[in-house]
């Protein structure tokens, strides 16, 4: 089993920054793909940004310039750096990997809890 905990979430005024951090724990042989998913209320849930084991990133077109995806891979983290921060994103943020947890090439989905970002005046 692998375990992802999010944190750095929270209330943050129009223009700010914040930085979400999410580690992942437990069974890992190899993280293929670490990300970010969102979900405001009523919508449904949407591709952040995602970064793979090679470093390739992907980011979606409503935050692009504004959001930037890294990682640690030997702490198994993920960051998200926040800026220019809009009512918009305001939404759960879920922390996404795809895991290989015994060599097999087997890839499993993992997701955290979800860490609140509420961008408001």
């Known amino acids: 089993q692998v375990q992802l905990v999010e944190s750095g979430g929270g209330l943050v005024q129009p223009g700010g920054s914040l930085r979400l951090s999410c580690a992942a724990s437990g069974r890992i042989f190899g993280m293929y793909v670490m990300g970010w998913l969102r979900q405001a209320p009523g919508k449904q849930r949407e591709l952040v940004a995602r970064i793979n084991s090679a470093g390739t990133t992907n980011v979606a077109d409503s935050v692009k310039g504004r959001f930037t995806i890294s990682r640690d891979s030997a702490e198994n983290t993920v960051y998200l750096q926040m800026s220019s921060l809009k009512p918009e994103d305001t939404a759960v943020y879920y922390c996404?990997?795809?895991?290989?947890?015994?060599?097999?090439?087997?890839?499993?989905?993992?997701w955290g809890n979800g860490t609140l970002v509420t961008v408001s005046s």
């Open positions: 996404h990997a795809a895991v290989d947890s015994y060599g097999r090439g087997s890839l499993l989905n993992y």
